[in-house]
């Protein structure tokens, strides 16, 4: 954070923190793997093309929400 000389306060808005990956994003990840067998590669479209569009809005929405807030 770069602090200012004449106020002394630092020229960020608000402090970063880190967060904990959205809880739903870690189950549809959980969910993608458990899909795919590696005897049985059929739902692999599923897993990857379906599942992983999924995540991408789910966590552009958690982005957003937070940009936002």
């Known amino acids: 954070m770069v602090v200012s000389r004449r106020t002394g306060r630092g020229t960020a808005s608000r402090r970063s923190r880190p967060r904990r990956p959205p809880i739903v ?8 793997h458990a899909i795919v067998r590696p005897d049985d ?10 599942v992983n569009g999924i995540i991408s809005v789910v966590f552009f929405v958690f982005v957003a929400l937070d940009v936002v807030a």
């Open 25 to 32: 994003v870690l189950a549809l990840l959980g969910y993608e």
């Open 41 to 50: 590669l059929r739902r692999l479209d599923a897993a990857f093309f379906t």
